[in-house]
């Protein structure tokens, strides 16, 4: 069985850090793109950060120079490191894996973990 489990989460005021991790288990981990989704009320849910299989990074616009992405291989786990937090980056955070192949993509999701960003 395959499962994430996000924790890391909280309420913390304007301008504090806070550092998601997600722990997998059930899957080869070193083969899948890992990433930090979101999502707010009464919107959609959007991608935060992505880390390939190979290390590569992307993240959002929104998050840039703010939020750093990592994984440590070893214990199969990625991270979401959250700087300067901002009133408009409260959500549920979602950790994702992704599998891609030629003929075929599989995802799994974990239960998500609270983040409010309030005064």
């Known amino acids: 069985q395959v499962q994430l489990v996000e924790s890391g989460g909280g309420l913390v005021q304007p301008g504090a850090s806070l550092r998601l991790s997600c722990a997998a288990s059930?899957?080869?981990?070193?083969?899948?793109?890992m990433g930090w989704y979101r999502q707010a009320p009464g919107k959609q849910r959007e991608l935060v950060a992505v880390i390939t299989s190979g290390g590569t990074t992307n993240s959002a616009d929104s998050v840039k120079g703010r939020f750093t992405i990592s994984r440590d291989n070893a214990k199969n786990t990625v991270a979401l490191q959250m700087n300067t937090l901002k009133p408009e980056d409260t959500a549920v955070y979602y950790c994702?894996?992704?599998?891609?192949?030629?003929?075929?993509?599989?995802?799994?999701w974990g239960q998500g973990t609270q983040v409010t960003v309030s005064s």
């Open positions: 994702n894996a992704e599998r891609r192949t030629r003929t075929f993509r599989e995802g799994y």
């Open positions: 059930g899957i080869i981990f070193s083969l899948y793109d």
